[in-house]
């Protein structure tokens, strides 16, 4: 039999109202006997007396008593804090001792859901590198509760604590982004930076690695801050299918001793991570050795014998692949439209099939070949030409890729890797909610509907014809060699030209060229790869601004930015005809590579430093 998960819990109360307190037990009763009937659970749970009185302390202990048969699932304890010690510091005594895999943290007027403890135990047994959950709270009336926040700035804390209404109402689009509302409530939003402290569900090994609460805060902001720190160890996420109900009484205006808690709090919270008007990024990456992932095993074979057509195989990735798959074993074919012979790899053989459309015959090609890896493609452009672009991308990117792949199925080929590209998810997200492989695509332009299109028909084919298909959408890729705006981002970079680019705070995932063709050549394997969607990144966003620092870190000097805001980026750049380009560069577009790590087994072997550093030596050879 397995062993039993063992969840401890914490629930500070002072001076309580008991009654409440009963409901708030009776309720996570009842979430522990649903959830009890999916996994075998040992649940205690402390309250801890923080109400400095030894005689309300007996009559709480005496009330437990006639309380713990109506919570049967549930082992209670009774600690006395021995003072007020405020509420991390209670937290903390529990914390510190708890020998458990998950400790709960709950409020005394937050009700629980009864598929509450369920839903927070399945999401977090499929999810093993995340730290902390936290839930979809709704009010007694239903009406939901805006508990997922950005870092807190010295702006949002004045604005929310002590500004008249009327100053609230004209900066009222600063709390709709602190509150996260440019988000779908609805999905899961993660990395979230500062998680509600009314329920937080913890794995209890990262919650003590971090030493729990910060126990310099008494009351307000500890849950920002330890949402903060634990963002360096593991991942926060917002999970709505975990639900509560909070009776959530703000005090922060009903006492000048309130309001004195909440300053030192806030002005704790700032001396500690700063930020007046934008608060610096959450948190490093959590380390890939960190992030502890389950998946099927890797098929173990050697690749030697098999050979691997690849299509585009003088483009940027394509160089790439050709000069890496040999070293795994790979014998490989790369389909060009002219054999130049300039710079290939000596190992790769090629063949020129002159310009490919949808009636190219690959038949020569093809001829004992296990698999594909297809990057040939009409790519986006920013100044298109074309009077039908769709025409056009639907001729290149789905006429010609399914008459490579029928011909392939009918030749025998076992594997299909299609590289697609992000443009099929959409175009932008909101800081915090990345696209996922399986979201429903959303593309916005005509080369995202013809990359779409052709994953649609190539997986119908899959259905029909036995061939294994695999599709991979790559954000940005950079790497030596790069071209377009990120080689003349770089060359500014070099030349110390400073950059107004001082102030962007929206992320944007990019996948270093080693790190993509590593994946590709993991999909051409990988058993459990066949008929999936990945998508691929380095695993860790960057600003603009953050990207062009550590780009003048690699050259070994400062980069010149200024600090200039968005809004007046935008209009220069409707004023100069490049409102495209700025758009690009001050869009967020995040992307979740959970589920291709957790398929595949699959880290990127290369960080974002390393690959900067990589491509700067290049460059330098210019």
Not at 91 to 98: E, Q
Not at 327 to 337: D, I, P
Not at 593 to 607: A, D, G, M, Y
């Amino acid at each position: 039999m397995s062993q039993p998960l063992v969840i401890s819990a914490s629930l500070v109360i002072y001076k309580p109202d008991l009654q409440m307190v009963k409901l708030t037990l009776l309720a996570l009763q009842e979430a522990a006997r649903l959830a009890g009937q999916q996994y075998s659970l040992e649940l205690s749970l402390t309250l801890v007396d923080n109400s400095d009185d030894p005689v309300l302390h007996s009559q709480v202990a005496q009330w437990l008593e006639g309380v713990r048969p109506a919570v049967p699932d549930w082992t209670l304890h009774l600690l006395d804090a021995a003072g007020n010690v405020g509420y991390g510091r209670g937290n903390n005594l529990v914390i510190a001792g708890a020998r458990s895999d998950y400790h709960l943290v709950v409020n005394p007027d937050l009700f629980v859901h009864p598929d509450a403890l369920l839903e927070a135990l399945r999401f977090m047994e499929d999810h093993r590198d995340v730290g902390l959950l936290s839930p979809a709270v709704y009010g007694e009336d239903g009406e939901r509760h805006y508990l997922c926040k950005r870092n807190p700035t010295l702006l949002v804390m004045f604005l929310r604590s002590f500004s008249p209404p009327w100053l609230q109402s004209r900066l009222g689009f600063v709390i709709d982004e602190f509150e996260m509302r440019d988000c779908d409530y609805d999905k899961a939003i993660h990395p979230l930076e500062y998680p509600t402290g009314c329920f937080m569900f913890f794995r209890t090994a990262p919650l003590q690695a971090i030493g729990g609460f910060d126990p310099d805060f008494f009351l307000h902001y500890e849950d920002a801050d330890i949402g903060r720190r634990m963002l360096k160890t593991a991942r926060v996420v917002y999970v709505p299918a975990v639900r509560v109900v909070h009776q959530w009484a703000r005090d922060t205006h009903r006492s000048f001793r309130s309001k004195l808690i909440t300053v030192k709090s806030g002005w704790l919270y700032w001396r500690k991570w700063g930020g007046v008007f934008r608060s610096r990024p959450a948190a490093e990456p959590v380390p890939a050795s960190q992030v502890m992932i389950q998946a099927p095993v890797a098929d173990s074979a050697g690749a030697s014998g098999h050979r691997v057509l690849v299509t585009g195989a003088s483009g940027f990735i394509g160089q790439a692949v050709c000069a890496d798959l040999p070293s795994r074993g790979y014998e490989v074919l790369g389909a060009v439209r002219k054999n130049s012979g300039a710079g290939a790899p000596a190992a790769v053989q090629h063949l020129a099939l002159g310009d490919m459309d949808e009636q190219t015959d690959w038949t020569a090609a093809l001829a004992g070949v296990d698999s594909i890896v297809h990057l040939a493609a009409r790519v986006h452009l920013m100044r298109e030409t074309a009077l039908d672009p769709l025409a056009e991308f639907r001729r290149i990117n789905v006429a010609l890729t399914m008459n490579l792949a029928r011909q392939a199925a009918a030749a025998g080929v076992k594997r299909f890797v299609f590289v697609s590209s992000v443009k099929v998810n959409g175009e932008a997200t909101p800081v915090g909610q990345p696209f996922e492989a399986d979201d429903t695509p959303v593309p916005m332009d005509s080369y995202g509907v013809s990359k779409l299109e052709a994953e649609q028909a190539l997986m119908r084919l899959a259905e029909e014809s036995g061939m294994e298909v695999v599709v991979i959408r790559p954000v940005l890729v950079y790497g030596p060699g790069v071209k377009a705006n990120f080689h003349t981002m770089m060359r500014w970079v070099v030349l110390g030209i400073p950059l107004p680019l001082g102030s962007l705070g929206n992320q944007r995932s990019l996948v270093a060229i080693d790190n993509l063709v590593d994946l590709i050549a993991t999909c051409l394997r990988h058993p459990a790869a066949a008929n999936q969607t990945f998508l691929v990144s380095d695993g860790e966003d960057l600003t603009v601004t953050a990207l062009l620092q550590r780009t003048a870190a690699a050259f070994g000097r400062p980069a010149f930015l200024l600090p200039v805001p968005m809004f007046i980026l935008r209009m220069g750049g409707r004023v100069l005809g490049k409102e495209a380009v700025v758009q690009r560069l001050c869009e967020t577009l995040q992307v979740d590579i959970t589920k291709t790590r957790r398929v595949l087994n699959w880290q990127p072997p290369i960080s974002v430093d390393g690959a900067l550093r990589k491509t700067v030596r290049q460059l330098l050879k210019e």
